[in-house]
T-cell receptor
Framework: RKEVEQDPGPFNVPEGATVAFNCTYS??????FFWYRQDCRKEPKLLMS???SGNEDGRFTAQLNRASQYISLLIRDSKLSDSATYLCVAANAGGTSYGKLTFGQGTILTVHP | DAGVTQSPTHLIKTRGQQVTLRCSPKSGHDTVSWYQQALGQGPQFIFQYYEEEERQRGNFPDRFSGHQFPNYSSELNVNALLLGDSALYLC??????????FGEGSWLTVV
């Protein structure tokens, strides 16, 4: 079983749609969680951190349920520019910085006109 | 302020050869991690360097080795290249409890 598992996707949605991505992690020692966005043939970029209390950044809402080891990302009012691969990430501690990042395989989102 | 820089951006090697990839972390960052991303997969952790020492290592063979220099820059070395080593190699830098930044990566093709 993979340490971080995501919806296989791909997701193909019209502009303005709401789309939800789900993710589970198996390592209960994971301490921090993130969603990264990766455009085609580019490096991953941090979209947002995920907190147990839930957090929102504009059209994006992330949730973490530590008891279920479940993470989600909700995108409202999808834009063409949201088309990308979304990566669910769990991190352990390491020295004074975040340690190992464990990535899910990624879910491809395509938003069409 | 330069972000994370990696070199070379693209390279082609033959099976059995050795390769060295280089990474300069973002200014102020002291920790460097390396990841391998195969096509269609998420990045996989290779190892992390802090204070010139390997602090964590992922599930990669000893053919993968690294180094961190006093200026925090880092190298990833892969010996006895296999076709399956073809991937995007990403360097990530960070500082205590701060955002992790990735470089644009080095695309390695083994033929």
């Amino acid at each position: 079983r993979k340490e971080v598992e995501q919806d296989p996707g791909p997701f193909n949605v019209p502009e303005g749609a709401t789309v939800a991505f789900n993710c589970t992690y198996s390592n209960s020692a994971s301490q921090s969680f993130f969603w990264y966005r990766q455009d085609c043939r580019k490096e991953p970029k941090l979209l947002m951190s995920v907190y147990s209390s839930g957090n929102e950044d504009g059209r994006f809402t992330a949730q973490l349920n530590r008891a279920s080891q479940y993470i989600s990302l909700l995108i409202r009012d999808s834009k063409l520019s949201d088309s990308a691969t979304y990566l669910c990430v769990a991190a352990n501690a390491g020295g004074t910085s975040y340690g190992k990042l464990t990535f899910g395989q990624g879910t491809i989102l395509t938003v069409h006109p | 302020d330069a972000g994370v820089t990696q070199s070379p951006t693209h390279l082609i090697k033959t099976r059995g050869q050795q390769v060295t990839l280089r990474c300069s972390p973002k200014s102020g960052h002291d920790t460097v991690s390396w990841y391998q991303q195969a096509l269609g997969q998420g990045p996989q952790f290779i190892f992390q360097y802090y204070e010139e020492e390997e602090r964590q290592r992922g599930n990669f063979p000893d053919r993968f080795s690294g180094h961190q220099f006093p200026n925090y820059s880092s190298e990833l070395n892969v010996n006895a290249l296999l076709l399956g080593d073809s991937a995007l190699y990403l360097c990530a830098s960070s500082s205590p409890r701060n955002t992790i930044y990735f470089g644009e990566g080095s695309w390695l093709t083994v033929v």
